[in-house]
RNA sequence: GCGGGCGUGGCGGAAUGGCAGACGCGCUGGACUUAGGAUCCAGUGAGGGCGACCUCGUGCGGGUUCAACUCCCGCCGCCCGCACCA
């Protein structure tokens, strides 16, 4: 063994050794229990960044003690390949194309992975931007069609003008696009939607299944989801034989409605205006509020502004003849696109009645409190009695929306129903780099879906990358121009492609059976591998990425094409990577490249940093310093070991024996305890940071132990606790620990040896300190027998002098002993 | 506005209600050395005392408890998500 840590040889050494035996391939096939860690496939961008590095050591940690602990664990890696930026770099630099990019990208992302020593299973890579993989996209897409769950339609949706393209709603936040913070536009157009909406209720319900996700998460989906309870009802349109349907969760609130608010889009504002002779004034207004950004339309800062329509409106249970307005504050994509105007128990409509002179009418009634409408500043939202409603007057209000519903439900005037702030997912791009729709549309024969058999619709190779308002392939004839399967005439093919999600909504089925063929995966390996054990990536997934898997989940089973009905049963979210306590990025200058520290100090001390900074779950800031201890920490080991190389050689392995005194005693028993810590931080907590300090700490000991006389030290213990070192130490930093393993005489990779299992009676101490308290202080220690009971534990307190000394005169209350840990004595000066 | 998280030395962070500050960084001192920015050893929350020790200390204010960083109530600050959702 060396004496100094050369890092790059280690590192290459074994980096190529594990490459040439296939090292981390798994076989479908084992009488080891499954184990499936998956981190989220990256976007080939080019390079790896300190959160993927993260990302990835962590699955890494995860994947390789659950090895060592007896699992036959499924640790794969792909590549979310598909996107804009690929398609933007042939704009912008010219003559690379989006394929050719994309591929150099990954190749390069491949070798930076390999560097680093994750312990992927590299046969199963896939890349959703291959034929071989969208193919099966495209069937999914089918599949859906054909299911109902797929539907084109004609709507406002979010237009990023710097993407070039739509944007799911998932993916507009703050009103800007996702990617580039682009505001977004309304733009009308015709588009391909997931019926997501469908399984609302089931993607809110089975949260409740996922006890293995942060509460963060799944908090965060409810919200998105937004499920509530309310009441749909018709107010007759005076003089017309039409109805605006209005949804509240408020009925016990009818009798105090005094105007109705349309959204400016609702599709009954046209013919309630028409021959009123304010249509110009309506359509003006209307087209304001159209033309305002997406962060205008919704900021609760712009004042409420409503213009009348002229017409009015029938309240079915009063008969009262309510004005019907239109007003920029409502939204035509939640519930009905209409609200009822309720000044005294809304805050909205009490501003907005104040300010338009509306009546506003009390109707519930705080208990002990009278309402003064001439006085209110503020609408009564809380809850209380009813008044001035006719027959449910002294009803407590949450009475009142069950006995008002079925009042309505009765006189036909009106009906419950559960309403979701989820829409549809909307999946048309009108960009070239992603899977392309399978749909062709025949003039004889319409919409037709392409035959399974003619997948995949490959994506041509030459085309115009210039950003326009529609995709690429539009401008393409070759691609354009089919035939239609059904009749044979002349047909054209649609030309957006998927959203990026969709290749990423299954990607974790098809590393089960990655090169199969005669379907999307093999549902006998599926059914094997799936659920994913654990999942481990970015928190900004939270909802897009983690909320369409789910529901694609639900629906691949209910087609019986999966068995599991949820993907993730166990998720962590990781923190992000900060730098001066800011995000990294290119604008600030405070990236932290990972080749520049793999290059430095290797990808051992790089992870082993990343994983030491901080918990997972939190965010961690960058420290070169930081990083510098991670070194010397892996130079100390390396030291440690080949200090004693040559007399680890000569030792067989032996167990020590169990008798042991002194300091020989006490290594063992911080060998064994560093077991049982190690093991539990990674195992059940998740605790990285605690794990490696542990294991710092064994070094240490270790550092003591060795300045004994050799004559001292038992040969048996010394083995047995580098041997636990390097073992626990192999998850963290596999590289160094494989090559000190090797150098100490061990035959086989370290990688697949056991997890070792602490001795009981090995951790077991003989003597403790416990701590005497006066009145909750620390007044005085005692070295006890570890066995002593409380009641000894008492006896010696009370007998000791010093706290004899401190207690006289004084009353004894009360003696607390806890076996130990402490006694606390209770006094009381007389 | 609603929801979630966080707040502990100079810094990153540890502490099943039971000795606050493990481990690491930084700093101070010592050893080794031609040299040290390598390595090894020791010290390192604040204040006081020559010292054994004493007092204070986990954002702020209350409470529960023999005992609170930890549990409860009320604030303050920062971060994240959603946001006119009827």
Redesign the pocket.
């Known amino acids: 063994m060396k004496e100094k840590y050369y890092f790059q040889e280690v590192e290459k050494k074994w980096q190529a050794r594990w490459d040439s035996m296939d090292l981390y391939a798994v076989p479908d096939i084992s009488n080891r229990p499954k184990y499936y860690c998956l981190e989220m496939f990256p976007y080939p961008s080019g390079k790896l960044h300190m959160g993927h590095v993260r990302n990835y050591s962590i699955g890494d940690v995860v994947a390789r003690f659950k090895t060592m602990e007896g699992y036959n664990v499924l640790h794969p890696m792909g590549w979310d390949a598909f996107g804009l930026p690929a398609e933007n770099a042939a704009i912008k630099h010219g003559g690379i194309h989006p394929a050719d990019w994309t591929v150099d990208n990954i190749d390069n992302m491949r070798e930076q992975l390999k560097q680093l020593g994750i312990s992927y299973d590299w046969n199963r890579e896939i890349a959703t931007c291959h034929p071989g993989y969208y193919r099966w996209t495209q069937w999914l897409f089918l599949q859906l069609y054909h299911n109902g769950l797929a539907y084109k339609k004609y709507a406002a949706v979010n237009w990023c003008p710097d993407c070039a393209t739509v944007l799911a709603?998932e993916q507009?936040?703050?009103g800007g696009c996702e990617r580039c913070k682009t505001p977004v536009e309304k733009r009308e157009l015709a588009q391909w939607f997931f019926k997501i909406t469908d399984y609302a209720e089931r993607l809110l319900k089975d949260l409740d299944l996922l006890e293995g996700w942060p509460?963060?998460v799944k908090?965060?989906q409810e919200?998105?989801i937004?499920r509530?309870e309310?009441t749909e009802i018709d107010f007759k349109i005076d003089g017309m034989d039409e109805s605006i349907t209005?949804?509240?969760?408020?009925p016990d609130t009818i009798f105090g409605v005094t105007y109705m608010v349309l959204?400016p889009e609702h599709p009954l504002v046209e013919k309630l205006v028409a021959g009123t002779g304010r249509e110009a004034e309506i359509k003006e207004f209307v087209r304001k509020v159209q033309n305002l950004s997406e962060i205008d339309?919704?900021?609760?800062e712009?004042?409420?502004v409503g213009l009348p329509t002229g017409a009015y409106c029938i309240n079915p249970i009063t008969g009262e003849k309510v004005p019907v307005l239109i007003g920029?504050?409502?939204?035509?994509?939640?519930?009905?696109?209409?609200?009822?105007g309720?000044a005294a128990h809304?805050q909205?409509d009490f501003e907005f009645a104040r300010k338009y002179n509306f009546p506003v009418r009390v109707v519930i009634q705080p208990p002990g409190l009278e309402l003064d409408p001439a006085t209110m500043e503020a609408a009564y939202e809380e809850e209380g009695i009813l008044v001035n409603s006719g027959q449910f007057n002294g009803l407590a209000n949450t009475e009142a929306i069950k006995a008002i519903t079925s009042y309505l439900e009765q006189k036909g005037w009106g009906r419950f129903r559960v309403?979701f702030?989820l829409r549809d997912w909307l999946i048309s791009r009108q960009r070239y780099w992603g899977a392309p729709i399978p749909i062709v549309y025949c003039e004889k024969c319409g919409t037709v879906p392409v035959p399974e058999s003619d997948l995949p619709v490959l994506l041509p190779r030459e085309v115009e990358f210039k950003p326009a308002g529609q995709s690429p392939l539009a401008e393409c004839p070759d691609f354009v121009n089919t035939v239609c399967p059904i009749c044979g005439g002349p047909a054209k093919r649609e030309t957006d492609t998927m959203d990026t999600f969709m290749c990423s909504s299954w990607y974790y089925y098809r590393y089960a059976s990655p090169r199969e063929k005669s379907g999307p995966w093999d549902k006998a390996k599926v059914d094997n591998w799936l659920p994913v054990d654990q999942y481990i990536g970015g928190?900004?997934h939270?909802?897009l990425h983690l909320l369409y898997s789910r529901f694609f989940t639900k629906v691949l089973h209910d087609l019986k094409l999966v068995s599991v009905q949820e993907p993730f049963s166990n998720l962590l979210t990781q923190g992000m990577v900060l730098k001066d306590g800011a995000k990294m990025s290119k604008s600030k200058g405070n990236v932290i490249s990972p080749e520049d520290i793999v290059a430095r100090y290797g990808a051992d001390t790089a992870r082993l940093f990343i994983l030491?900074?901080?918990?997972p779950e939190?965010?961690?800031?960058w420290?070169d310093?930081?990083v510098?201890?991670?070194f010397?920490?892996l130079?100390?080991v390396w030291?440690l070991v080949a200090l004693l190389a040559e007399e680890l050689k000569s030792l067989p392995a032996n167990a020590p024996r169990a008798k042991l005194v002194g300091a020989n005693r006490e290594m063992r028993r911080v060998t064994h305890h560093t077991i049982k810590k190690v093991t539990e931080d990674i195992g059940a907590?998740f605790?990285f940071?605690?794990a490696?300090?542990a294991i710092?700490?064994l070094?240490?000991a270790l550092?003591?132990y060795k300045?004994l006389p050799g004559t001292d030290r038992d040969q048996d213990v010394m083995r047995e606790a580098i041997d636990v070192l390097l073992i626990l130490l192999a998850p963290f930093a596999p590289h160094i620990t494989e090559e000190i393993w090797e150098a100490t005489g061990h035959k086989g990779s370290i990688h697949s040896q056991p997890w070792p299992v602490f001795d009981p009676q090995a951790i077991e101490e003989e003597e403790?300190?416990?701590?005497v308290?006066i009145?909750?202080?620390?007044?005085e220690?005692l070295l006890v027998p570890a066995r002593h009971n409380a009641g000894e534990l008492q006896g010696l307190a009370l007998k000791d002098l010093k706290v004899q000394q401190l207690i006289e005169g004084k009353k004894i209350i009360?003696v607390?002993p806890?076996p130990g840990?402490?006694v606390?004595i209770?006094v009381k000066s007389s």
């Open positions: 709603n507009v936040k703050d509460d963060k908090i965060m919200h998105w937004g509530s309310g209005v949804y509240t969760t408020r959204a339309r919704t900021s609760t712009v004042e409420k920029n504050y409502v939204l035509l994509e939640y519930g009905t696109g209409c609200v009822m309720v809304d909205r309403n702030r928190v900004e939270a909802i030491f900074a901080a918990p939190r965010d961690l800031e420290n310093q930081g510098e201890g991670c010397r920490f130079n100390r030291r907590r605790n940071n605690t490696v300090s710092m700490e070094v240490n550092y003591q300045e403790i300190t416990i701590v308290q009145n909750g202080k620390v007044r220690r009360k607390i806890v840990k402490l606390n209770v």
